[in-house]
C-alpha cells in the first residue's frame, strides 16, 4: 500500500529526466543527488529514474547503500555485478574496480546510469570510487544519481550530506551536482496518492492530512493505513492521528543517541511549542547536552529548525508518544504538570498533563482543572471543559467540593446533552447524605429539568429532598431554599401550577439574610410586577435581591440578575437595568454554553427592544436563537422566549415574512401551544408576524397570549401590552366597542403601575378609539408621555398616528412635523416598514411645489435613537439648527444633549435617558457651551429663542 511512482512529484521528474538528456549527449559525467527527509519518497523518485533511463536505452545498476569496515567496496562491486562485469580477479581496490568498469564500457558504447539510494549508508571505498568517477572522463556517457538525507538546517544547506566534514569524499562528489530536493506532497497531490491504499480524501480531508503530515508521503501512508477502504473524515484523521500507536516511527528515530531520544520523548510529552529549559528538565538533560540534542534531531528532520521545540511535523509527536510505555508516559506526564505549574504556566496547559496522567490525589490539581474549564468554557469549547470538570471529579474531594464540580459540569452538560446531566445530578443527589449539599444538587437538577421544559419532574424533585430531610435536626435555610425554587419554577412550568403558593404571605413578609434572603426579594420583586399595584415595592426588592459581590455561585448570581433586570425593566428603570446586564454578561455572556448566558442574553435583547433599538436586539438575539431553533422546536422554555423575541423583532423591523419563516422551523407559527408563560411570548410574536396579511388572526394571538397571562396572574401591561396591542388591530377591523374596552383597561392598570411608558402607550390605544378632537387631544397626551421615556418605537408609533389624525382634521403643517419626526425615529429605530408608512403618508399631503418633507429627514445618530420630548427630537432638530447658526457646529450628540438640557432634564436624566454616563454627559455639555460661546444652561434659551 506504499504511496509510490510520480504522483505529486512531476517537477521532479522532469529534472531528472532532463540530466539523462544531458549525459546521454556525452557532454560528460554528472551527478544529481535527491535529497530530502526521511520517508519523502527518494527512493520511489530514483526507481522511476531508473526505469525511464532502462526505456531510454541507458544500462541502469541500481543499488542501496550499506556500510561495512571489511567490505570497503561492497556497494560499488554490487554496481559493476548488475552491469554484467566480470568477477573480481584480485582484491577489491580502487585500480580493480576502475578496470571492471571500464571493461564493462568496451562491451558497448551504451551510455550508463548508476544509482544509489542512501548516500549516508555508503562503504568509502564505494564513496571514493563514485567521486574518482566524478572526475575522470568517461569513455562512454555516464550519469550518477544518488539520494541522500535533508539536512534539518534547511534546503540551501546543499555542500555535504548529513553530518559530513568538510573535506570528506562526500563533499567532493555533492560539489558539482545538480539538487532536486523533494518537499510534501502539495494538498492537490494527496488524494490521488491516497488511492494507492484505496482511500478516497476530498479537499478538507486532504487539507487535514496536509496539515498532520506535511505531505511526506510516509507519514502519509501511517496515517491512512488504518482507514484503508474508507472515506474517512476530517474528524476521524485526526482522532487518528492522537491515538498514537502509528507505524513508521523507527525511519526517524533509528540511530539516535539517548540524549536525543531522551528530549525527543520530552517534547513530544510537553506538546507544541515546548521550551528548550522545560524539555531538557523533563528530560533530566544538563542544557549544553541538549542543545546538542537538539542539534542532532533537527538534522535527522525530527524537529523543525526553530525555537520554542516542535516536531517538524504534528504527526511524528503522536508516532513517538506510541512508542514510550504506558507507566513511563504518566510519569513522565505528572513531571511536566508539575513543572509547568511552578512555573506559572497557563491553566490549560497544566491541566492537559494532569488529565493525561490521571488523578494525581492533590488539591492543587484539582484548582488547575476547574481553572482550565472556566478558560475553555469562555473560549467556546464547552465538551472540553465538560472533560476537564470529570477529570477533576476522579480526584479525592472534599464533599462540598465534588458537589461544586458537580454542579459546575451540569451547568454545561445542561445545554450540550441535559439528559446526562439529569441523570448526573440525580445521581449525586440521591447518594448524598448531608441535607444542605443534597439541596445544591437538587436546586441544580430543577433548574436544569425546568430549562428542559419538564417543570412538573422539577418539582417532584423538590418535594422529594424535602420530604426525606424534612426531620433532620439542625436543618437550615436549605429548607427555604427549596421551597424558593419551588415557586420559581411554578412561574416557569405548567400554568396550572401558578395556582398554588408554597410559601404564604407569612413567609415572604419575614425577614431573610444572605443568598435566601436575595432569592426571597427577588421573587417578591417578581410578584410586585405581575400584580402591577406598587412600582416602587418592586423596585426596592429588586435592588435588594442583586447577587453581592463578583464571586460567581453557579446558576444563582445570574438568576438574581434575570428577576432583578426584568422588575427593573418593567418599573420604567430601563438605563439601571442595562447596566446590570453588563454585569449579567460578566457571570454568563463569557460562557456562551450555558442557560444563563441564554437568559442574560434575552434580558439585553428586551431591553434593547425598549429603547427601541431594533438592530441591535436583533443582533443580540440572531446568534443565540440560531443556536436554539432545534431546543425551540422541541419547546424548552428559554428557547421559545430567544426566538419569540427574534421573530417580534424583525416582524417590526418590516420583516414579516423572515419572521414567520422562523417561527415555522421552530413549530411556532401554528397550532395550540403549551400553557406556559412563555407561550405568550411566542403568540405575541405571531400576531406582530401576522398582523399586515391578517389582523383577525393576530388579534386571536393576542387575546389567547392575554388568557395565558391572565392565568399565570399578570395583570400588569409593562410586562406584555397586549390588550393596547389587540385594541390597536380591532380598530382597524371596525370593532371599536371591544376595542375600546380592552384599551381603558390597560389604561386603568397602566396609571395603577405609573410608568410614562405603560400609560403612554394605554393613552395611544384608548385615542385610536375616538374620533376628531378627543382623538387628537388623546395622542398629544400619549405623546407626551412617551416623550419621557427611552421608548422611541412606541414614540414613533404615537407620532404617526398623532400626524396622521391632525392631516385628517386640516393641520397641514402640524402633521407634517409630526410624521416627519415619526420618520426619523422610525429610521433610528431601524423599523423599515414604519419610515415607509411615514413618509408616504407625508408626501401625501406636500402641496405642489412645497418641498419634500421626507428631504428634511437628517441620518439616523448612531447609538441609541433619541427618546427626548417632540420639541427637542432629531426629526427637530434640522429645523431648530436653521433658526440659530451656532447649533450646526454641534455634534450629533452634542445637540440631543443640550436639547434635554433645554428641556429641563438634569445631567443624571440625561444620562439615564441615553444611556451613557453622567460625566460623559458633562464633557459633552462643557464641549457644546464651548461652541455655543455661552456659560450654562440659563443661556440655552437664548439661543434656542433666536431666529
Aim: with cysteine; glycine share 10%; hydrophobic share 45%.
Amino acid at each position: 500500500m506504499a504511496v509510490r511512482g510520480e504522483i505529486g512529484r512531476s517537477t521532479e521528474t522532469a529534472r531528472l529526466g532532463a540530466a539523462l538528456e544531458r549525459a546521454r549527449t556525452g557532454l560528460g559525467p554528472a551527478v544529481v543527488v535527491v535529497r530530502g527527509e526521511p520517508g519523502s519518497g527518494k527512493s520511489a523518485l530514483l526507481e522511476t529514474c531508473a526505469a525511464r533511463a532502462a526505456a531510454g536505452g541507458f544500462r541502469v545498476a541500481s543499488v542501496r547503500a550499506t556500510g561495512s569496515a571489511d567490505r570497503p567496496y561492497a556497494s560499488a562491486d554490487r554496481l559493476l555485478a548488475l552491469l554484467g562485469a566480470a568477477a573480481p580477479t584480485g582484491p577489491a581496490g580502487a585500480d580493480e574496480i576502475r578496470h571492471r568498469l571500464e571493461a564493462t564500457r568496451v562491451r558497448g558504447d551504451a551510455p550508463l546510469l548508476l544509482c544509489v539510494d542512501d548516500l549516508d549508508r555508503l562503504d568509502p571505498g564505494s564513496l571514493r570510487w563514485l567521486r574518482d568517477l566524478s572526475r575522470t572522463p568517461p569513455p562512454a556517457p555516464l550519469l550518477i544519481v544518488v539520494s541522500a538525507a535533508l539536512p534539518g538546517t534547511g534546503s540551501g544547506a546543499v555542500t555535504a550530506p548529513a553530518r559530513g566534514a568538510a573535506t570528506s569524499p562526500a563533499v567532493a562528489l555533492l560539489a558539482g551536482a545538480d539538487l532536486v530536493e523533494l518537499r510534501g506532497l502539495p494538498p492537490h497531490a494527496l488524494p490521488r496518492a491516497a488511492e494507492r491504499c484505496r482511500i478516497v480524501l476530498g479537499a478538507r480531508t486532504a487539507a487535514v492530512c496536509a496539515e498532520l503530515t506535511g505531505g511526506n508521503p510516509a507519514l502519509l501512508h501511517a496515517l491512512l493505513a488504518p482507514h484503508a477502504d474508507t472515506t474517512p473524515t476530517a474528524a476521524a484523521l485526526r482522532a487518528t492521528a492522537a491515538s498514537g500507536p502509528l507505524p513508521g516511527a523507527d525511519r526517524w528515530l533509528a540511530g539516535l543517541g539517548e540524549p536525543a531520544l531522551a528530549l525527543v520523548r520530552a517534547v513530544a510529552v510537553l506538546g507544541a511549542d515546548a521550551e528548550v529549559t522545560d524539555s531538557a528538565a523533563l528530560a533530566g538533560l544538563p542544557v549544553g547536552a541538549t542543545l546538542a540534542a537538539v542539534d542532532e534531531l533537527v538534522e535527522v528532520c525530527v524537529l523543525a529548525n526553530r525555537t520554542p521545540l516542535t516536531f517538524r511535523h504534528p504527526l511524528l509527536a503522536s508516532m513517538v508518544l506510541g512508542r514510550i510505555a504506558a507507566g513511563t508516559r504518566v510519569a513522565l506526564h505528572l513531571r511536566a504538570a508539575t513543572l509547568l505549574r511552578g512555573r506559572h504556566a497557563a491553566p490549560t496547559t497544566v491541566a492537559r498533563h494532569l488529565i493525561a496522567a490521571g488523578p494525581v490525589g492533590e488539591d492543587w490539581a484539582v484548582r488547575q482543572l476547574r481553572s482550565a474549564a472556566h478558560r475553555l468554557e469562555r473560549d467556546g469549547r464547552p465538551e472540553e471543559a465538560a472533560h476537564h470538570l470529570r477529570g477533576a471529579l476522579r480526584e479525592h474531594l472534599r464533599p462540598h467540593e465534588r458537589s461544586a464540580v458537580h454542579r459546575e459540569l451540569a451547568e454545561i452538560d445542561a445545554f450540550v446533552d441535559p439528559e446526562r446531566a439529569a441523570r448526573v445530578l440525580d445521581t449525586a443527589r440521591q447518594e448524598c447524605e448531608i441535607p444542605a449539599l443534597a439541596a445544591d444538587y437538587t436546586l441544580a437538577l430543577a433548574a436544569v429539568l425546568t430549562e428542559c421544559g419538564r417543570a412538573d419532574e422539577a418539582v417532584s424533585v423538590l418535594d422529594e429532598t424535602a420530604a426525606r430531610f424534612e426531620r433532620n435536626p439542625g436543618a437550615g435555610s436549605w429548607q427555604l431554599r427549596l421551597r424558593l425554587h419551588k415557586e420559581f419554577t411554578f412561574r416557569r412550568g405548567p400554568l396550572w401550577q401558578a395556582a398554588t403558593d408554597p410559601l404564604g404571605d407569612l413567609v415572604l413578609a419575614s425577614p431573610h439574610r444572605g443568598l435566601v434572603g436575595r432569592e426571597v426579594a427577588a421573587l417578591r420583586a417578581a410578584r410586585e410586577v405581575d400584580a402591577g399595584l406598587d412600582r416602587a415595592a418592586a423596585v426596592r426588592h429588586a435592588r435588594q435581591g442583586l447577587p453581592r459581590g463578583t464571586g460567581r455561585v453557579p446558576g444563582c448570581s445570574v438568576g438574581l440578575l434575570w428577576y432583578a433586570c426584568g422588575a427593573l425593566l418593567a418599573a420604567g428603570e430601563t438605563a439601571e437595568a442595562w447596566s446590570l446586564c453588563g454585569r449579567g454578561r460578566l457571570h454568563a455572556g463569557a460562557r456562551p454554553s450555558r442557560w444563563e448566558h441564554v437568559r442574560m442574553e434575552l434580558i439585553c435583547a428586551r431591553i434593547l427592544r425598549a429603547r427601541g433599538d431594533l438592530a441591535a436586539a436583533e443582533a443580540t438575539l440572531a446568534p443565540v436563537a440560531d443556536q436554539l431553533l432545534p431546543a425551540a422546536a422541541g419547546g424548552l422554555p428559554s428557547a421559545v422566549a430567544v426566538v419569540a423575541a427574534l421573530a417580534e423583532v424583525r416582524a417590526l423591523r418590516g420583516e414579516p415574512a423572515a419572521a414567520r419563516a422562523l417561527l415555522a422551523e421552530a413549530r411556532l407559527d401554528g397550532g395550540p401551544l403549551p400553557r406556559r408563560r412563555d407561550s405568550a411570548y411566542a403568540l405575541i410574536a405571531r400576531a406582530a408576524a401576522h398582523e399586515d396579511t391578517d389582523p383577525a388572526r393576530a388579534t386571536a394571538d393576542l387575546l389567547a397570549a392575554g388568557r395565558l397571562l391572565e392565568e399565570a396572574g399578570v395583570r400588569n401591561p409593562a410586562v406584555l401590552p397586549w390588550r393596547s396591542r389587540a385594541a390597536r388591530l380591532l380598530v382597524r377591523q371596525d370593532q371599536r366597542a371591544r376595542a375600546a374596552a380592552l384599551a381603558v383597561a390597560e389604561l386603568a392598570v397602566a396609571r395603577r403601575w405609573g410608568t410614562p411608558e405603560c400609560v403612554g402607550t394605554a393613552l395611544h390605544a384608548v385615542a385610536l378609539t375616538e374620533t376628531g378632537h378627543r382623538r387628537t387631544e388623546l395622542l398629544d397626551e400619549a405623546v407626551a408621555h412617551l416623550t419621557r421615556t427611552p421608548a422611541a418605537l412606541e414614540l414613533c408609533l404615537a407620532r404617526f398616528d398623532l400626524g396622521t389624525a391632525l392631516a385628517g382634521r386640516g393641520e397641514t403643517d402640524r402633521a407634517l412635523a409630526e410624521l416627519a419626526g415619526a420618520a426619523e425615529l422610525a429610521r433610528a429605530c431601524g423599523a423599515g416598514a414604519l419610515l415607509h408608512r411615514a413618509r408616504e403618508a407625508a408626501g401625501r399631503l406636500v402641496a405642489p411645489g412645497r418641498p419634500d418633507p421626507g428631504s428634511a429627514i437628517a441620518p439616523a445618530p448612531t447609538g441609541a435613537p433619541y427618546p427626548g420630548r417632540r420639541a427637542a427630537t432629531a426629526a427637530d432638530a434640522p429645523t431648530v439648527a436653521r433658526t440659530d447658526p451656532r447649533l450646526s457646529g454641534l455634534t450629533p450628540q452634542e445637540q440631543r444633549i443640550v436639547h434635554l438640557a433645554r428641556d429641563g432634564h438634569t445631567n443624571r436624566d440625561i444620562a439615564g435617558l441615553l444611556f451613557l454616563a453622567v460625566r460623559t454627559v458633562e464633557f459633552h455639555l462643557s464641549g457644546a457651551y464651548r461652541k455655543l460661546g455661552i456659560r450654562g444652561r440659563r443661556q440655552l434659551s437664548e439661543v434656542f429663542g433666536t431666529g
